[in-house]
């Protein structure tokens, strides 16, 4: 890349197929980035410092012109108005609570040592804050976002894949097939699950049947899904959302 690159920023929150949209946007070459940086964007020193770390990881497409990251937590800001971006393209996509919620509790109930997140009501409120800070954004940034349910890169793949294509101004279109890359799998790039291995979407997954999940703290994440949601549709420029 002769000229500093183009931006793609996904924000979202945990289980929201981040990391799968993530392997298939950069798998693509105009695209480079796939995994989460764990970065704040507040200045044009951040910019650099997203360029310098994945560069340590990964090397750079000849001819590509995106770099990407995605944010899917509150610890980190994305500051549109402090950067020096030349129409950055924000992808915003949500994933309806129940099934978030169980993944999250799933994912976190596996790890050695035993996690916040692990616990109904902790994941609960981080999915409901989550929300409420991404909507924030939105209205501060209306008109300026795609929004998309996350459910729909699983449920219609290639209408979806189309329309991300089209909105990014690739080059080519995107496939449902994705590449492997040196942190793909690894503990807080992102997924790291054996199902991110696959290298394509895997449209079956568990329903976490086993996962218990109080019905007060469901509707709590229902009404708030409902209200962020569409506050979230209503300021995108552009949106794809489940009939």
Same mark, same amino acid.
């Not at 890169?153 to 290639?158: A, M, R």
């Given at each position: 890349?002769?000229?500093?690159?183009?931006?793609?920023?996904?924000?979202?929150?945990?289980?929201?197929?981040?990391?799968?949209?993530?392997?298939?946007?950069?798998?693509?070459?105009?695209?480079?980035?796939?995994?989460?940086?764990?970065?704040?964007?507040?200045?044009?020193?951040?910019?650099?410092?997203? @360029?310098? !770390?994945?560069?340590?990881?990964? +090397?750079?497409?000849?001819?590509? *012109? #995106?770099?990407?990251?995605? =944010?899917?937590?509150?610890?980190?800001?994305?500051?549109?108005?402090?950067?020096?971006?030349?129409?950055?393209?924000?992808?915003?996509?949500?994933?309806?609570?129940?099934?978030?919620?169980?993944?999250?509790?799933?994912?976190?109930?596996?790890?050695?040592?035993?996690?916040?997140?692990?616990?109904?009501?902790?994941?609960?409120?981080?999915?409901?804050?989550?929300? @409420?800070? !991404?909507?924030?954004?939105?209205? +501060?940034?209306?008109?300026?976002? *795609? #929004?998309?349910?996350?459910? =729909?890169?699983?449920?219609?793949?290639?209408?979806?894949?189309?329309?991300?294509?089209?909105?990014?101004?690739?080059?080519s279109p995107l496939a449902d097939q994705y590449r492997?890359?040196?942190?793909?799998?690894?503990?807080?790039?992102?997924?790291?699950?054996?199902?991110?291995?696959?290298?394509?979407?895997?449209?079956?997954?568990?329903?976490?049947?086993?996962?218990?999940?109080?019905?007060?703290?469901?509707?709590?994440?229902?009404?708030?899904?409902?209200? #962020?949601?569409?506050?979230?549709?209503?300021?995108?420029?552009?949106?794809?959302?489940?009939?």
């Amino acid at each position: 890349m002769v000229k500093p690159p183009d931006r793609i920023f996904l924000l979202s929150h945990m289980r929201a197929f981040s990391s799968l949209i993530g392997h298939i946007l950069g798998s693509h070459p105009d695209i480079n980035g796939y995994y989460e940086m764990h970065i704040s964007y507040q200045n044009n020193n951040n910019l650099l410092e997203q @360029e310098n !770390l994945y560069q340590q990881q990964e +090397s750079i497409k000849p001819g590509s *012109y #995106y770099l990407f990251d995605k =944010l899917l937590h509150n610890d980190y800001e994305l500051d549109l108005s402090s950067l020096n971006l030349t129409k950055p393209k924000i992808l915003i996509t949500l994933r309806s609570p129940e099934q978030t919620i169980k993944s999250i509790i799933n994912l976190f109930q596996k790890k050695e040592v035993r996690a916040l997140y692990s616990e109904p009501e902790h994941a609960t409120k981080y999915y409901i804050q989550r929300l @409420e800070e !991404l909507s924030k954004f939105c209205v +501060s940034n209306t008109k300026t976002y *795609y #929004y998309f349910d996350a459910e =729909l890169i699983q449920s219609s793949t290639q209408d979806m894949l189309k329309i991300l294509t089209q909105w990014l101004q690739l080059n080519s279109p995107l496939a449902d097939q994705y590449r492997l890359f040196s942190q793909t799998g690894k503990t807080g790039t992102g997924d790291s699950s054996s199902i991110i291995q696959s290298g394509k979407i895997i449209k079956t997954g568990s329903n976490y049947s086993d996962i218990g999940l109080a019905e007060d703290l469901l509707k709590l994440a229902e009404k708030g899904y409902a209200k #962020y949601r569409e506050l979230m549709i209503n300021h995108a420029i552009e949106q794809r959302i489940k009939h």
